[in-house]
């Protein structure tokens, strides 16, 4: 039964940074494509970024140019560094494979934006 952990969020202003960790309990990164979501109050959730195996990387329109994703193989570990932060950043954060697998979603990390 593969476990993913996320950690990293919490509360920070408008133009800050915070970066994301998700920790596998298995070499899953591997084998998989790997990606973050985000879920903000009464919306759906939705993708932000994704990474292959071999690093090539995928972001949002939103995200592109302020967000890095990236991953450690050794330590089962894919990062999501977030800069320049705004409110509609606001949200629960989720890694999970791409597409996502159902059983593998987290309780995800709480990052909130505000001044």
């Known amino acids: 039964q593969v476990q993913l952990v996320e950690s990293g969020g919490g509360l920070v202003q408008p133009g800050g940074s915070l970066r994301l960790s998700c920790a596998a309990s298995g070499s899953i990164f591997k084998s998989l494509r790997m990606a973050w979501y985000r879920q903000a109050p009464g919306k759906e959730r939705d993708l932000v970024a994704t990474i292959t195996q071999g690093g090539s990387t995928y972001y949002a329109d939103a995200m592109e140019g302020r967000f890095i994703l990236s991953g450690d193989n050794a330590k089962n570990t894919v990062y999501l560094q977030m800069n320049s932060l705004q409110p509609g950043d606001t949200a629960v954060y989720y890694c999970?494979?791409?597409?996502?697998?159902?059983?593998?979603w987290g309780e995800g990390t709480q990052v909130a934006v505000s001044s």
């Open positions: 999970n494979a791409h597409p996502p697998r159902v059983g593998y």
